[in-house]
């Protein structure tokens, strides 16, 4: 993996980058998984249920009264907030700051200027700035900035978890089915597929969705049966999971930035240093991984993969990413500049 003329600036970790942060977020992903699940468990609410049912008896397009049901379902969820959810993201982006506290090279501006002038009286000339090993963890900085992000994520996670296309592949199948959408005995059953008191498919995306309804066709099982009910549960619980590890990794990173931004406002993290993506290097990487592995972009800017062209502020870059972001310092300023171009 060449680096050009970067070099790392981390303190030596006991572990590569990537696993620095990957530890720091297995140790929280447990907590945000629970509360995705509890999440999911809501399903489409009864608020989406309503406007579903409303739509399809008005003989709404399908695809029309999935999204109506997916909208009103988000309005209702952006004015209760998951405090679970919300809790369990903070933690997860404060273990990231720790990471980014114990690997940055943090600077005591007190210490360098004591070291100058003693250097100064000593030699009369400016030694190289000293850095010193271990500074308090600026909490008062970063937790602020770690919840206002937790509670803005949240409600953004909250509010899109449920998808429109497993709503339509659900009416799609009752249509096939020979259910009159258009009555209230086909809408009933629509609902009923879709509830948690029933089937429970309002809690899945659409690929688990149509995996459930597959299931059901092959194997011959009532939509009542109890092994496609645990078929669901299950699908749930993996759906919790994909999620969970996703917005824990997200969350990492994030907290490894805000304290970043801690540092740099104490005084303590020099302003120049750019941004490197580093994958896990570990021959499992995918194609989008490996073109932007080793993109270097000024702090505040956009990586961008370079086939095509599609911009990421930090990872993950797609569920399961395992890719990090570290700091670099360019050799020259005709490298920072030409970065910033």
Request: hydrophobic letters at 45%; proline letters at 6%.
């Amino acid at each position: 993996m060449s680096r050009g003329r970067l070099r790392y600036v981390d303190r030596a970790p006991a572990e590569v980058p990537w696993r620095e942060v990957h530890h720091a977020a297995d140790r929280s992903e447990a907590a945000v998984r629970r509360a995705v699940l509890d999440v999911l468990r809501r399903g489409v609410g009864p608020e989406g249920m309503a406007a579903l049912r409303r739509s399809l008896l008005r003989r709404e397009p399908w695809g029309l009264a999935a999204e109506r049901a997916r909208v009103v379902q988000a309005e209702a969820r952006a004015t209760q907030p998951d405090p679970d959810l919300t809790d369990a993201l903070a933690r997860a982006a404060r273990a990231g700051a720790r990471v980014t506290w114990r690997m940055a090279p943090l600077r005591d501006p007190d210490a360098t200027r004591k070291a100058h002038d003693d250097e100064r009286d000593r030699r009369r000339r400016p030694p190289p700035i000293v850095p010193r090993p271990v500074l308090a963890i600026r909490w008062d900085l970063i937790n602020p900035w770690v919840a206002r992000w937790a509670e803005r994520h949240s409600a953004r996670l909250v509010t899109g978890i449920v998808d429109q296309r497993a709503l339509r592949a659900v009416i799609v199948e009752a249509a096939r089915l020979g259910l009159d959408l258009g009555a209230t005995d086909g809408v009933d059953e629509v609902l009923w597929m879709l509830d948690d008191g029933g089937l429970g498919l309002g809690m899945l995306d659409a690929p688990r969705a149509r995996a459930v309804l597959r299931a059901a066709e092959t194997n011959g099982w009532a939509y009542d049966d109890p092994r496609l009910r645990a078929l669901v549960e299950r699908k749930v619980r993996s759906r919790a999971l994909t999620i969970g590890r996703h917005e824990t990794m997200l969350a990492a990173n994030r907290g490894r930035e805000l304290a970043w931004d801690a540092a740099e406002t104490a005084g303590w993290l020099d302003p120049t240093l750019v941004r490197e993506w580093v994958d896990a290097d570990d021959g499992r990487e995918c194609p989008i991984c490996q073109r932007l592995d080793a993109e270097v972009v000024p702090r505040g800017q956009y990586f961008a993969d370079p086939e095509t062209g599609v911009r990421y502020a930090r990872p993950p870059a797609h569920v399961q990413c395992r890719c990090v972001v570290v700091l670099v310092e360019a050799a020259t300023g005709r490298d920072v500049e030409a970065l910033a171009a």
